[in-house]
């Protein structure tokens, strides 16, 4: 499979559509599946709760547009933000797990590949912030 415009263009016209205004497009085979790779495409005003991972790290790589990373404390106040750009020279960053984050989308059409260790589980209430 290839990573083009194309498919950047077609996952970002889902989120556009969706009512949580993202869209993933996973590339691994299964939700069982040890490593969970996926495109994330983001619209701005999507709501992504402050949350962690207890059981896996994550890395976001940025494909195009722009967000930021907000790191929280367990009340979900921030403690640091970082600004991913890549026409800045910013594409990634790691999220230990454990952390406390969420993402603020920048600019419509943006486009992250995410990867963390699987198999896929869903939030649970204690790992969000409400």
Known sequence: MILDDK????VTARAKTSERLRMNFNLHDSLDAKAQR????????????VHRHPHTDETYVILRGRFDVIFCDEHGRQTQ??????????????????????????????????????????????DMVR
Do not use: C, M
């Open 38 to 49: 996926l495109l994330n495409a983001l619209e701005p005003g999507t709501v992504l709760p």
């Open 81 to 126: 933000r970082f600004a991913l750009d890549p026409l800045k020279g910013v594409y990634g960053i790691h999220v230990p797990k454990g952390q406390w984050h969420t993402l603020e989308v920048l600019e419509s059409g943006t486009v992250l590949f995410e990867v963390k260790d699987g198999p896929y589980a869903p939030l649970a209430p204690e």
């Open 7 to 10: 498919l950047l263009d077609e």
